[in-house]
């Protein structure tokens, strides 16, 4: 298992990077992100417009791709060690790390500003965004960092990027990656399942489905459609309303 996770992860991130392009073309959804196609939570590049951002461990690597052939390096931002993930959400770039969200203003793509820090307990943290609001699980266990053992779903506010506030955390039991759309909030608990959640009230998750037969490790959200990283391979899911699943096709991966 240790083994076929990050290939699973890779699996995503290489579709999602296809989703990228894909959308480049298509230039759809423009209204709701400056972000170019959709990725997972737990991506480690994102595209808005002409430009490129790639977070290693400890840095946020910015390229302008407007010659795809050439992309050019235009800032490195160094950070503090683990960071994870990042999602480009209108004028901002939330970036997961080990012990917190960094939020950047990104209203100058080729040089992101550092706006805040939400500090947590020091744990995996994949982030999505809608609205006015941040969903971040939080892992316990040795493989992110040491001493944490709890996991949660964080609800933050972040209306003011500058001061980002907790509003609400709830117990999770071993999430993963997540994604957002509308009303629904879908969050991976690795080999246990993926839940369905109802953020009507944006402040308050309540779970309306636990598919215990779908294992998920991170997700790509799109309209009435998911595409789920699973234990077996990629998997492409389309749902309803009343969150009743059906399967349309999957990539398995030995």
């Known amino acids: 298992m240790k083994k076929i996770i990050p290939i699973l992860y890779l699996g995503l991130a290489v579709l999602g990077l296809c989703m990228i392009l894909t959308s480049c073309n298509e230039g759809k959804d423009s209204s709701l992100t400056p972000q170019t196609g959709t990725g997972g939570s737990m991506a480690r590049f994102a595209i808005t417009g002409n430009t490129l951002y790639i977070v290693s461990k400890q840095s946020l690597e910015v390229y302008n791709i407007a010659d795809g052939a050439n992309p050019v390096k ?20 939330f970036i997961g790390a080990n012990d917190g969200m960094y939020i950047y203003n990104n209203s ?17 943290d994949p982030v999505v965004v809608q609205n006015q609001y941040a969903y971040v699980t939080l892992r316990s266990g040795v493989v992110c960092r040491q001493g944490n053992t709890r996991s949660s779903l964080d609800i933050v506010d972040v ?41 009507s009230d944006p402040e308050k998750a309540v779970e309306t489905k636990f598919h215990q037969d779908i294992p998920a490790y991170d997700v790509i959200v799109r309209p009435n459609h998911l595409i789920v990283t699973g234990q077996k391979g990629l998997f492409q899911y389309q749902y309803d309303q009343a969150d009743k699943f059906e399967l349309l096709s999957k990539i398995p991966v030995l």
């Open 159 to 199: 209306s003011d990027p500058s001061n980002p506030k907790l509003v609400n955390s709830q117990t999770m039991s071993s999430p993963y990656g997540l994604g957002v759309s509308g009303n629904k909030l879908f969050v991976c608990e690795g080999e246990l399942g993926l839940r369905v959640m109802d953020i």
């Open 74 to 93: 235009t800032v490195t931002k160094d950070m503090s060690m683990g960071i994870e993930t990042i999602f480009p959400y209108k004028n901002h770039l």
């Open 108 to 124: 100058n793509p080729a040089n992101p500003a550092l706006l805040s820090k939400f500090t947590h307990v020091q744990s995996c």
